[in-house]
């Protein structure tokens, strides 16, 4: 299990999603523009984020982590 493939998973989630960026940044309490990083893959969110992202989007952390096909 690789970082760069989390992340890889987590923007496919996040594009793929119908709420945009700006709605999900909202939802998450943070700016617009850390969410474009974690998309852009500049940036991990912390695991805090990271569990509250998954909720958001409907999504299994198993399934972004990898341990999940």
């Known amino acids: 299990i690789e970082l760069k493939d989390i992340q890889k ?5 996040i594009t793929s999603s119908s709420l945009t960026q700006k709605e999900i ?5 943070i700016n617009p523009s850390t969410v474009s990083k974690y998309v852009r893959l ?28």
Do not use: V
């Not at 940044?25 to 309490?29: D, P, S, V």
């Open 25 to 29: 940044a909202l939802k998450l309490g």
């Open 42 to 69: 500049d940036k991990f969110p912390s695991i805090e984020t990271f569990a509250n992202l998954c909720e958001i989007l409907d999504t299994s952390a198993d399934e972004i982590l990898g341990l999940k096909k």
């Open 9 to 13: 998973r987590l923007r496919e989630e």
